[in-house]
Every structure is written in C-alpha cells, then in structure tokens.
C-alpha cells in the first residue's frame, strides 16, 4: 500500500475498501490520512457494490471458456485474461456500483 497504492492516488482521490480484515488495521487508516487520500468502507456482504467482484466474474467465464486441465496452464491464462480488461470495463464496473468515476 505504501509503495505502490498511496504513490499512485492524488488528494481528492477515494480509496473504496471491502470490510476484508486487513482493511480495518490501523496502519491502512494512519498511511491513507497521513497522505490526505479519503477512504469508504462498502457495507458488509454488499458484493453488489463493490467493482472487483465484476472483475472477478469476467474471469471467471474467461477461465471457464479455455477449460483449463493442467494446472501448469493456469498463469498464462490469467495474465491473458487480465490483459483483456479495458479502462472501459473497470469504468461500468464502477458505474454498475453506482460509483461515479471521471
């Protein structure tokens, strides 16, 4: 989160969180105050809200597609997968969330 997230964002920007544990320490709340970046919880058990999960299913049907049946096969169908995802599709993701991006 250091090195690569809080580098990454600008003040203004909103960093939307899951209820996932790690989520909660203390360290994630001090790092995003200290560099000015505001922060949403979602709602527990919302998965409807929350942008990843529509990546996740993308996925899904990607790998489900290329019925993958050697373990060995598996990274280099995810990478090729998850270079299939466009800057379109994180944007309706979000909008699908009722979160407004620019």
């Known amino acids: 989160m250091e090195k690569q997230l809080i580098p990454s964002l600008e003040k203004g920007n909103v960093v939307i969180m899951d209820n996932m544990r790690s989520h909660h320490a203390k360290i ?29 299913s993308k996925m899904k049907a990607i790998l489900r597609k290329n019925k993958i049946c050697v373990a060995s096969e598996l990274p280099e ?25 620019n």
Not at 88 to 95: I, V
């Open 77 to 101: 169908v995810v990478k090729a997968a998850l270079e299939t995802i466009s800057m379109n599709d994180c944007k309706w993701w979000f909008h699908a969330c009722g979160i407004c991006v």
């Open 28 to 56: 994630v709340t001090e790092l995003l105050d200290k560099a000015g970046i505001s922060y949403l919880y979602l709602p527990p058990y919302s998965p409807d809200l929350n942008p990843i999960e529509k990546m996740w």
